[in-house]
Nanobody, 119 residues
């Protein structure tokens, strides 16, 4: 099990930027894939951005391609989500999720952080 602590988020105007962080503790970070999801009001949780389980490339939801970037600093056990050109429809609670690469299953979730984009 790995513990995930999120930071960042908040209120921003459309067109602005925010960066979310997800710090992991408890197990060797390199054994885990840590990716980002979000849940908008009245909607199901959805994938936003992540690394493949093998860790060799990134992939994004179509709605955020070209605007969001996921990155990882193994020395700091932290994964980031840089969000640029934010839109009101990006408003949601954002979660990071971790799973062991060998299982391909998410087992641990961050506490969630609110991102609100005003028009």
């Amino acid at each position: 099990q790995v513990q995930l602590v999120q930071s960042g988020g908040g209120l921003v105007q459309a067109g602005g930027s925010l960066r979310l962080s997800c710090a992991a503790a408890g197990r060797p970070f390199s054994n885990y894939a840590v990716n980002w999801f979000r849940q908008a009001p009245g909607k199901e949780r959805a994938f936003v951005a992540g690394f493949t389980w093998s860790g060799d490339r990134t992939y994004y939801a179509d709605s955020v391609k070209g605007r969001f970037t996921i990155s990882r600093d193994n020395a700091k056990n932290t994964v980031y989500l840089q969000m640029n050109m934010l839109k009101p429809e990006d408003t949601a609670v954002y979660y990071c999720a971790a799973g062991m690469r060998a299982t391909g299953t998410y087992t641990d979730w961050g506490q969630g952080t609110q991102v609100t984009v005003s028009s």
